[in-house]
T-cell receptor, first 110, second 113 residues
């Protein structure tokens, strides 16, 4: 079956440090989406990446899609307490079925 | 615009019973998908409906079923409940199938005792 690896599973950082989560697929993707879920909340859409090698930025967040369209990363610069939550990659395969990654739970130490 | 509405918010059932969860999508959205979220398994895709037709289905047993009505509202049903069905069930809507973003509801927390 299609494997979705997201690493790390947990990340604790000091406020102000950077954070990166990685998402890997064993199969070429149609596109990838990223969502953030705050504790006690529901997933909220962050961004979609479609093109090979695509890089998109949202303020302190940088999203990257691998050249082979099999992996992606989300990097947060200078984390803030508002960044706390679980970040999910969502893989979209050719059949348009969405598969969520296992998520990376980010906690911030003030 | 009102967001995605899921009812009920909380539900407690006993093993062997069945349950029906409801989801009202954002007005104008025709695609509704359902997800099960548990601490151990994360977010798992159940099924997706578009214009009353099931377009995709996840790897769940036949006890899990769903449907979509002509007004795009959707229901999912779980029959013969098991303890392992305890989870947060999330519904998401989008304008059309597989077109982001998915807009999630607040979920229904199901506890099976």
């Amino acid at each position: 079956g299609q494997q979705v690896m997201q690493i790390p599973q947990y990340q604790h950082v000091q406020e102000g440090e950077d954070f990166t989560t990685y998402c890997n697929s064993s199969t070429t993707l149609s596109n990838i989406q990223w969502y953030k879920q705050r504790p006690g909340g529901h997933p909220v859409f962050l961004i979609q990446l479609v093109k090979s090698g695509e890089v998109k930025k949202q303020k302190r967040l940088t999203f990257q899609f691998g050249e082979a369209k099999k992996n992606s990363s989300l990097h947060i610069t200078a984390t803030q307490t508002t960044d706390v939550g679980t970040y999910f990659c969502t893989l979209v395969f050719g059949n348009e079925k969405l598969t969520f990654g296992t998520g990376t739970r980010l906690t911030i130490i003030p | 615009k009102a967001g995605v509405t899921q009812t009920p918010r909380y539900l407690i059932k006993t093993r062997g019973q069945q349950v029906t969860l409801s989801c009202s999508p954002i007005s104008g959205h025709r695609s509704v998908s359902w997800y099960q979220q548990t601490p151990g398994q994360g977010l798992q895709f159940l099924f997706e409906y578009f214009s009353e037709t099931q377009r995709n289905k996840g790897n769940f047993p036949g006890r899990f079923s769903g449907r979509q009505f002509s007004n795009s509202r959707s229901e999912m049903n779980v029959s013969t409940l098991e303890l392992g069905d305890s989870a947060l069930y999330l519904c998401a809507s989008s304008p059309s199938a597989a077109v982001p973003p998915l807009h999630f509801g607040n979920g229904t927390r199901l506890t099976v005792t």
